[in-house]
Each structure stands twice: as structure tokens, then as C-alpha cells.
């Protein structure tokens, strides 16, 4: 790619027009090393500049939106602007890119947050959105933190022996999660029920078992029904219910835009809950 965007600033800078050496400025990050693997193509010609009012050409290691190389062109006209992956024009590449200097480096989230924000067209190096993708970074890591807890990392049970509780026992919970699909919020309640068999667990324990699937990439149905399995599997319950209710962003502020307010609702019953008529009836009516 650099011998190829080489070949192009050849064919468009005429030494005899312009003189032997051109001025590379490169955009900051990722621009230095796409600078770098230029000059290696034509150290004849190149000399890479500390300063963009210096250059004659920017060199960016890829264009998106364009927003980057629109606004250096502007603030510095009479330049041109190269780079190795093109979006658009005769170089377009589709498909996500991940350069060798990118690789797990901690800061290649960061990286990305600031070409989204440049794909929606606007400027990351605006006073309010320079410390955005350090924040994005943070939230998504909390968001997805169930990604790294499993059920019995939080489920503390406790024996109740034979003669303890046995009646239902019901726990609300908020639910903050994010759609699978276009990573938009998932906000709402869960209501989650069990009747005890010998064993009970923590009432908060129920709150961050809910939160070890919500904070993942999810769908309504499946959180419910995993919140319910891992009911069943750790306390061995007579029976088990949960109810989720819940708003997702990607219906209503995108789409379809549903704008009633009306909750998505899901269930997810196992053993007496589902099975006896008078247990179903109780938690169904608790849950509302």
C-alpha cells in the first residue's frame, strides 16, 4: 500500500514543477507510521516535517469520512492529502482495517471511538470530544463487565435446612444492557422469583446476578432466560420466574421509532412456576 500511494505522489508532484524534496506532514497516530512506510518507498524524495504548515503533502494511515482530510486541506489549502486505505476513489477498501502498529495496543479502542466520531462527521479535536474516546473506553469496559463474571462468582447460597422458607420469594431489578445489533441501550426492570428447596441466597446477590448477563451484548429473551437457568442451576429451586420489562433505544430512536413508551416485555418459567396454576398466577401478579 505505501509503494503504491508512493507511485501516486510521484505521478502527481512534478519534480520539475515543484523541486526534488516534498514535505510530508503525518496526521497524528496513525499518520506517523503510513509517513514512515512512504518514506521507505521514495527516501529520494520525502522528508517527513515536524509542523502541518510546513508540508506540502498529509499523510494519514486511513481516510473514512473524510473529515480529517477535509479539514487539514482546509485550514492549509494548496496541500494534498494521501493515504494508505481509502474508504473512496480508486483505492477504495471495504471491510474492517487493522494495520500492524495497531494490533491489541491499549490504545486502539480509543483509536476507533475517534474514527466513529469522525465517521458521523465531526471533529475529535474539539475542546468537548477530546477526552470522549478515553470515556467511551471506560463506560463500554463497564458496560460488558459481565463479559468476566460468571452466576457462581456472585451467587452466595446459603443452606436453610429443612424446616426454612419455602414461600416465594421476589426481587426487582434494574436491567441496563445493550442490544446485539446495534449496540444501542437496553433499560428497564427485571422481576426475578424463586421458591426455595433448602437452599436461599443474598437478596443483592440477585441484583449482580441479573447485571452478569445484562452487562453483555444481549437480546431481551435470552437475558431472561439465562437469569432463569442460572436460577435453576445453583439454588435447585421448587420454581423460578423471571419478568423483564424493557426499552430499547434501537426501536425507538432509530427504524421503526416507536415512541410509546411501552415497555418490550419477556418471561422465562421454571418448574412450580410454570407448572402449578396457583404459583404461576402469584408471581405473574407480583411482577406487574
Not at 40 to 47: F, I, N, P, Y
Not at 131 to 139: G, L, S, W
Request: a negative charge; glycine letters at 8%.
Amino acid at each position: 500500500m505505501a509503494e503504491a500511494v508512493a507511485e501516486q505522489i510521484d505521478r502527481d508532484i512534478d519534480p520539475n514543477s515543484h523541486g526534488e524534496t516534498i514535505m510530508a506532514y503525518p496526521v497524528p497516530r496513525g499518520g506517523i507510521p503510513a509517513a514512515y512506510a512512504i518514506l521507505g518507498a521514495m527516501t529520494d524524495r520525502l522528508l517527513i516535517v515536524d509542523a502541518p504548515d510546513k508540508a506540502d503533502i498529509f499523510i494519514d494511515d486511513i481516510t473514512d469520512s473524510g473529515a480529517t482530510r477535509d479539514r487539514y486541506l482546509k485550514e492549509y489549502p494548496g496541500r494534498r492529502f494521501y493515504s494508505l486505505v481509502e474508504r473512496t476513489g480508486p483505492r477504495k477498501m471495504d471491510g474492517w482495517i487493522v494495520f500492524p502498529w495497531e494490533g491489541s495496543a491499549a490504545g486502539s479502542f480509543e483509536d476507533n471511538v475517534t474514527r466513529l466520531i469522525q465517521y458521523v462527521g465531526e471533529d475529535p479535536t474539539r475542546e468537548g470530544l477530546r477526552e470522549t474516546p478515553a470515556r467511551v473506553a471506560k463506560a463500554w469496559k463497564e458496560w460488558c463487565s459481565g463479559y468476566n463474571q460468571k452466576p457462581e462468582d456472585v451467587l452466595k447460597v446459603f443452606e436453610d435446612g429443612a424446616n426454612g422458607v419455602d414461600e416465594m420469594v421476589v426481587i426487582r431489578a434494574p436491567v441496563y444492557s445493550h442490544c446485539e445489533h446495534h449496540l444501542a441501550a437496553i433499560f428497564g426492570t427485571a422481576v426475578v422469583a424463586y421458591i426455595p428447596n433448602g437452599k436461599i441466597v443474598g437478596l443483592s446477590k440477585i441484583k449482580r446476578l441479573v447485571d452478569v448477563f445484562a452487562r453483555r451484548l444481549q437480546v431481551q429473551e435470552r437475558l431472561t432466560n439465562q437469569i432463569a437457568d442460572a436460577l435453576e442451576e445453583h439454588l435447585a429451586p421448587k420454581g423460578a420466574g423471571v419478568v423483564i420489562k424493557a426499552r430499547h433505544l434501537c426501536m425507538e430512536s432509530r427504524g421503526v421509532n416507536v415512541h410509546d413508551g411501552e415497555p418490550t416485555v419477556t418471561s422465562a418459567l421454571r418448574g412450580a412456576i410454570r407448572e402449578r396454576p396457583e404459583a404461576r398466577a402469584e408471581f405473574l401478579a407480583l411482577s406487574k
